[in-house]
């Protein structure tokens, strides 16, 4: 996902001696899937005992009571004839259990801090399926209800959901976990009018019935089920790919993203097939907390890279590269996450590169280097939270989400691509996804495959890349890569004699991409004079930017500044933006310099537009 852009959350805590015997497990578990168990801290279910090899979901979501109610029939394996099978639940309410179709006993653990309620339910050697009638209750993490005034077309309620990292079991039975895969139906009935979709095969028309059918016959874990409700409309970009989104938006998302198709067709190029059958994107209404969510076949995208321009669609690359990193090879562990978002990052900028050459991809390389600084400072540089291996015992999965998964993880990856030349590193990442398609990785099992498919031993290689300090130390070591700064060094100039009173001539500005000019503002001294505030909102007009990149970083350097006149546009972004990456800065910043109360103003008229994700971290900023 992308957070920071957002992502989710981390879970996990693997002991070594139970990757081992994970690994043997799997092996023995042939046929042309994997469904890989890892011990894994966050779930409670007992996936590592009994097979959950398909899932039949059967729902019916009231949009105007916000409940998704039905069942969920498990497909299971008894491999090692335990007497129960144990599901994650969150604030579910259990109406009854079917082993084989006979009515048991189940018992419903009291629920856990985040982790929620076990659900036990038991089961024979013999057991083959297991039905869980069941509705989701008020407190669902993974649900966003939007009334339709939270809509463009204000006339249709909305439901989406985000899964990752634990709240699928907030609206399915399942056992929740990056490693537990398996493959799913689903018969959704919703609203006659209304269009149901789901990380599926879809429909591209509404229903005339309001029922809905899906598969996904790929196994995937559970932080990628995902399902949209509402009045939603599909658009074609060309055979395999589309973009759907609510009408009043789908022009403008299908001319931002017409270069979708082209960019799955690069991605395969680098990275070998892509193997979901369609890509299709949906835009959804402004509350989506997060920049963008993988789910396979449909990424869920916020509006906010809805910039008239096609400027910010390597957000789409993000997601798009999940489909190999993530969704085909997916982290074991949430300590492992940063073999989904490094790999995904860094296979992100390649795709940007071939698409639009070195010195962008460079620049988006810096932005990220500075993040990762910024984050390593935040979080302390010799904190344990700065390793790529993650070590999230006895914590909300929440508290692993920062850049370190993102930004170290890639440039832990660039590093070895230039200490092995791009070519070898090319062919070994091609192999890599291959050989662990539809399958779950450690961190330990990917360094293992690294030393013996590309290192191999080499001592000088070694002793480059020094893997130790990467993957089990802190802060940045001293070996990371640096990207070309040809274009902001020139922005650099232009920024300093602004600052000496020369404005950047508009036949500069006007080929700028959204990260020139990010880099322009962010290296701004701060605060900047009133003066120097109007000259550059009457130069480029900031206060009325339709990039929302470029508009939250004004709206921050103006509350900086004190310069008012953003003021009115910037309220108007904070009530239509609920991208978790603009909020919180923004109102951190009202809160550190003296503006308290325009903050508490704004955000209780708001608070109920934004996503229940993001209104929990942003509760602890606006206090
Ligand atoms: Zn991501």
Redesign the pocket.
Do not use: F
């Given at each position: 996902?992308?957070?920071k852009r957002f992502?989710v959350l981390l879970v996990a805590i693997v002991i070594a001696s139970c990757n081992n015997n994970v690994s043997k497990k799997n092996s023995t578990v042939s046929s042309d899937t994997s469904f890989l168990v890892a011990k894994d801290i966050h779930t409670q279910s007992n996936a590592d005992s009994v097979l959950l090899k398909h899932l039949d979901l059967d729902i019916k979501v009231d949009l105007d009571k916000r409940i998704i109610s039905g069942s969920a029939t498990w497909t299971i394996e008894n491999t090692n004839k335990v007497n129960e099978l144990v599901l994650d639940t969150y604030d579910l309410g259990i109406d009854s259990v079917l082993s084989d179709g006979q009515k048991v006993l189940y018992r419903l653990d009291s629920p856990k801090q985040y982790l929620g309620a076990a659900l036990h339910i038991p089961i024979i050697p013999q057991t083959e399926l297991v039905t869980v009638f069941y509705k989701t209750g008020k407190n669902a993490r993974a649900l966003q209800w939007l009334d339709p005034v939270q809509t463009l077309s204000k006339t249709h309620s909305f439901l989406y959901t985000q899964s990752e990292s634990i709240y699928a079991r907030s609206w399915i039975p399942c056992a929740d976990g990056p490693g537990i895969r398996y493959t799913y139906d689903a018969r959704v009935a919703v609203p006659k009018g209304l269009m149901a979709l789901m990380s599926a095969e879809n429909p591209q028309q509404i229903s005339d019935s309001g029922i809905y059918h899906f598969k996904m016959d790929k196994p995937i874990p559970a932080y990628l089920m995902a399902l949209a409700v509402g009045d939603i409309t599909f658009r074609k970009i060309n055979d395999r790919t589309g973009v759907y989104a609510e009408p009043a938006m789908i022009d403008r998302a299908h001319y931002e993203f017409e270069d979708v198709g082209k960019m799955v067709s690069t991605a395969e190029k680098l990275y070998g097939a892509y193997r979901w059958g369609r890509y299709d994107v949906l835009v959804l209404p402004p509350g989506f907390p997060i920049g963008g969510m993988?789910n396979p076949k449909l990424t869920f995208c916020t509006p906010t890279v809805i910039a008239g321009d096609r400027s910010l669609v390597n957000l789409i690359a993000?997601?798009l590269a999940?489909s190999w990193s993530?969704n085909l090879v997916t982290n074991a562990t949430w300590n492992d996450f940063w073999l989904?978002?490094g790999f995904?990052e860094y296979f992100e900028r390649r795709i940007m590169e071939e698409m639009e050459g070195k010195s962008y991809a460079d620049m988006l390389w810096q932005i990220g280097y500075e993040d990762l600084e910024d984050e390593v400072t935040n979080i302390g540089k010799d904190d344990k939270d700065t390793w790529l291996k993650l070590d999230l015992k006895g914590r909300d999965p929440d508290a692993g989400l920062t850049d370190i998964p993102y930004e170290k993880g890639c440039h832990f990856l660039k590093l070895i691509e230039v200490n092995v030349g791009r070519e070898n590193f090319d062919v070994f990442l091609n192999k890599y996804f291959n050989e662990h398609a539809f399958k779950t990785i450690t961190t330990e099992d990917f360094l293992k495959y690294l030393d013996n498919n590309l290192i191999k031993d080499n001592a000088t290689l070694k002793n480059n890349i020094n893997i130790n300090a990467w993957v089990y130390g802190p802060g940045i070591p001293a070996n990371c890569p640096h990207a070309g700064m040809e274009r902001f060094d020139r922005v650099d100039n232009m920024r300093s004699a602004f600052l000496k009173g020369t404005l950047p001539p508009l036949a500069i500005t006007q080929k700028w991409t959204t990260y020139e000019w990010l880099h322009f503002l962010r290296k701004m001294p701060k605060p900047l004079s009133l003066v120097q505030m109007k000259q550059l909102d009457d130069a480029y007009h900031f206060t009325k930017s339709t990039n929302s990149e470029i508009a939250d970083l004004w709206f921050i350097t103006a509350v900086t500044a004190g310069y008012e006149p953003a003021y009115g546009a910037m309220q108007e972004f904070l009530s239509t933006v609920g991208r978790r990456k603009f909020l919180e800065p923004l109102y951190k910043e009202m809160m550190q310099t003296g503006k308290q109360e325009m903050a508490k103003r704004i955000y209780k008229a708001y608070r109920e537009n934004y996503h229940p994700l993001a209104q929990e971290s942003l509760d602890k900023i606006v206090r």
């Open positions: 996902m992308n957070m992502c993988e993000h997601e999940h993530g989904n978002e995904t």
